[in-house]
């Protein structure tokens, strides 16, 4: 085990992406349930704060030599992100009220609800173009507000797998909306 984990922080260090993968795989749960643990927030905001910190130890992993090394390391990541994460948005709230932000005064109520509903129309559109098994998690987790861990176990997978699919969708969506001028 001691060499299966500094074989894979050396080739993550070295830039190898199939050992970025796998560690992607490996620790995404645990860096999760650290999230959540650590912030008692809600599930979107825990998954943001595991995607920065995956980016981070990206960045900056050096071969490591025992798991335990690599886990303590992994959570002091999370940790710091997660307060840069609060932080920020403590900020954001306090600019805001600074501001008095007004939500939607840029567009009158009529022409935003018809925007809106085309939008609606098009992207149900897209969606229905997707894998059968791709639309089934897309609405156990958005239209029934289902949360990762409910979703991966309810089809069996890790909490990872969802999230990596699911993100895997929203970016294909976010590229048609691009090159079909609905974003």
């Given amino acids: 085990m001691p060499d299966e984990v500094e ?13 970025v993968e796998a560690f992607y ?11 959540i643990r650590l912030t008692g927030r809600d ?5 943001d704060v595991v995607q920065e910190s995956m ?14 090394q690599l886990v303590v390391w992994l959570q002091l990541v999370v940790q710091t992100t ?7 948005e403590m900020r954001r ?10 939500v ?16 609606v129309t098009w992207l149900r559109q897209q969606i229905a173009s997707f894998d059968p098994s791709l639309v089934r998690l897309i609405e156990l987790r958005y239209q029934r507000g289902w949360t990762l861990a ?10 990872g797998t969802i999230d990596g699919r699911l993100r895997r969708a929203l970016r294909e969506l976010r590229r048609r909306a691009t090159e079909q001028g609905h974003d």
């Fill in 7 to 19: 074989r894979l922080t050396a080739a993550m260090a070295a830039g190898d992406a199939a050992a």
């Fill in 25 to 35: 795989r490996r620790y995404f749960d645990l860096m999760y349930a650290h999230a």
């Fill in 43 to 47: 599930e979107s905001f825990c998954l």
């Fill in 55 to 68: 980016l981070r130890v990206i960045r900056s992993v050096r071969r490591v030599r025992c798991r335990e």
């Fill in 82 to 88: 997660a307060y840069d994460a609060l932080r920020g």
């Fill in 93 to 102: 709230q306090r600019r805001e009220a600074a501001v008095g932000v007004a």
């Fill in 104 to 119: 939607g005064a840029a567009a009158p109520a009529q022409e935003q609800t018809t925007d809106d509903e085309e939008r």
């Fill in 150 to 159: 409910r979703v991966a176990q309810s089809i069996g997978v890790s909490i």
